[in-house]
C-alpha cells in the first residue's frame, strides 16, 4: 500500500519562503511521477507542480513558475517543493500525489496547510 505524508507547511509572512516535504512508502518511488496541488478555501484543487519519472522534467502552472522549484529525490522517496517570495493568494493546502503512468495508480497525501499572510 502506497502511502504518503506531506510536511513543511505552516505561517509565513509575504515574501518568505517555505518548502514542503512528501515522503512515499509502499511503491517503486522512482517510478511514479511526483505532482504537487492546493486547494484554497471555497476553491477546487488546482495542479502546482509535476516532475517526471522519466528524465526528471518539471511543469509548473503559470502562478508560481520563477517562485516554486519541485525537485525529487529517488534514494530518499521524497519530493520537495521550494516556495519562494510568496504571496496571499498562495495560501491553500497544499497535497502531494503520485502516478504511475500505464497503470492508473495515483495517491494522495493528507495534505498540509500553507498560510501566507500580508
Known amino acids: 500500500q502506497v502511502q504518503l505524508v506531506e510536511s513543511g507547511g505552516g505561517l509565513v509572512q509575504a515574501g518568505g519562503s517555505l518548502r514542503l516535504s512528501c515522503a512515499v512508502s509502499?511503491?517503486?518511488?522512482?517510478?511514479?511521477?511526483m505532482g504537487w496541488f492546493r486547494q484554497a478555501p471555497g476553491k477546487e484543487r488546482e495542479f502546482v507542480a509535476i516532475?517526471?519519472?522519466?528524465?526528471?522534467?518539471?511543469q509548473y502552472v503559470n502562478s508560481v513558475k520563477g517562485r516554486f522549484t519541485i525537485s525529487r529525490d529517488n534514494a530518499k522517496n521524497t519530493v520537495y517543493l521550494q516556495m519562494n517570495s510568496l504571496k496571499p493568494e498562495d495560501t491553500a493546502v497544499y497535497y502531494c500525489n503520485a502516478a504511475r503512468p500505464g497503470s492508473g495508480a495515483d495517491y494522495w497525501g493528507q495534505g498540509t496547510q500553507v498560510t501566507v499572510s500580508s
Open positions: 516532475i517526471y519519472w522519466s528524465g526528471g522534467s518539471t
Open positions: 509502499g511503491g517503486i518511488f522512482s517510478r511514479y511521477n
